[in-house]
């Protein structure tokens, strides 16, 4: 089969699946996605997934660095002095208590970490399409949801930069300091590169933003620092949201997003699709009791978060329950989590993901059904 018509086959399936998850049977595209991939790749049908891979990865670049555009400097700051005992309760309960228990499981720190790493953060894009779906948005509780989604983008990139370095091999306190030390260079240039920069050819800007050119130059800075933090050994994620940081303080950034929004949608299926072609479900899933309990726990750590972490931000107990089911869904940083493991591992982590997935969509739509009758019971 020649590459046009694979390309061209490939949109058609993701088309129609895609149609048939989301109307019909009521299932997030990313995960209709991801068992396509994985449907796909168990009967065979694809051997060389390079350019599927390639697509994919500027997907995610451009989804995150959407993600960074949202969040001025000045925005981050302020969300952060609210959010930021929540955001700590998190990342112990999502990293520290799983690793831990995956720890005390017989597993090695690394496997250990890279499950907490599949526990800890929340799915960015299934939690917002759902509260735009039910038209949540403008409720009380969401507001602590993306305040929290924005702590996790920020946290995760950091360990996915941690695990990338442990599965290197030997990995030390230098090399654990070395990585916040980049981490810090990288956001120190975003930084000068915003204010004084961006800011200063916003004049500019304004005057090519209706150019098709534009757009070639708002993907040239995403993808190009997005490749810079690879080169300084970190994860694309974080480059790319650092990226979008840059542009969120300019004039154009509702520009950026008009003309970034639709080649976003176009790559990021490819990531996702990807991901499900590398599961090795011809293997049995390993430790499926340990599947079973970092499932219920992963329950239990969400609803902790949402529920005393919601009080601290200033939400009623109502108010912070009802934002605690509607964090359990796991998404993209578990994918990308997930594409770390290998072997029986991987075959693990695409089974909690696939289930943490379809728990959290149900635990949603369960808190949406009942929210009314949830807050006049607590007031």
């Known amino acids: 089969m020649n590459m046009p018509l694979a390309i061209g086959i490939i949109f058609l399936v993701l088309f129609i699946t895609a149609l048939i998850g989301i109307k019909i049977l009521r299932i997030p595209d990313i995960v209709i996605y991801i068992i396509l991939g994985a449907g796909i790749g168990f ?3 694809f051997h060389d ?6 697509a994919g990865e500027i997907g995610l670049i451009l989804l995150f660095f959407l993600l960074g555009k949202k969040f001025s400097v000045r925005e981050l700051r302020k969300n952060g002095k609210r959010v930021w ?3 700590l309760l998190d990342v112990l309960l999502g990293v520290g208590v799983t690793t831990g228990i995956v720890y005390l499981a017989g597993q090695s720190f ?6 907490g790493g ?6 960015s894009s299934i939690t917002v399409k759902l509260l735009e779906s039910k038209n949540r948005l403008e409720d009380k509780d969401s507001e602590y949801i993306l305040s929290l989604l924005i702590f996790e983008d920020l946290v995760a990139p950091i360990l996915v930069t941690v695990l990338i370095g442990l599965n290197g091999g030997s990995f030390s ?7 916040f030390i980049k981490v810090a260079i990288l956001a120190g240039i975003a930084i000068v590169m915003s204010r004084i920069v961006f800011h200063k050819a916003q004049h500019w800007m304004k005057k090519v933003a209706n150019e098709d050119s534009f757009l070639i130059l708002v993907l040239g800075v995403a993808i190009t620092y997005g490749g810079f933090a690879v080169f300084l050994g970190l994860s694309e994620v974080i480059g790319a949201f650092l990226a979008g940081i840059m542009l969120a303080g300019t004039a154009v950034k509702d520009k950026v997003e008009e003309v970034v929004l639709p080649v976003r949608n176009l790559f990021l299926p490819f990531f996702f699709l990807h991901f499900g072609l590398s599961l090795e479900f011809k293997e049995e899933i390993p430790s499926l009791g340990l599947l079973a ?3 219920i726990w992963s329950i239990i750590h969400k609803l902790a978060v949402g529920y ?10 109502a108010e912070s329950l009802k934002s605690g089911f509607s964090l359990t869904s796991r998404g993209e940083f578990s994918v990308i989590i997930g594409g770390l493991a290998t072997g029986g591992l991987k075959v693990f982590a695409g089974a909690y993901i696939l289930i943490a997935a379809l728990i959290g969509m149900l635990m949603f739509q369960l808190i949406s059904r009942y929210k009314s009758k949830l807050e006049k019971n607590h007031n």
Not at 173 to 179: A, P, R, S
């Open 43 to 45: 009967f065979g049908y």
């Open 49 to 54: 997934t390079k350019v599927i891979e390639v």
């Open 85 to 87: 005992r929540s955001g």
């Open 110 to 115: 690394y496997v250990s970490l890279l499950i």
């Open 118 to 123: 599949l526990v800890y953060a929340t799915s």
């Open 173 to 179: 306190i230098t090399d654990f300091l070395l990585i």
């Open 293 to 295: 309990v970092i499932v």
């Open 308 to 317: 005393f972490g919601g009080q601290w931000y200033g939400l009623t107990k």
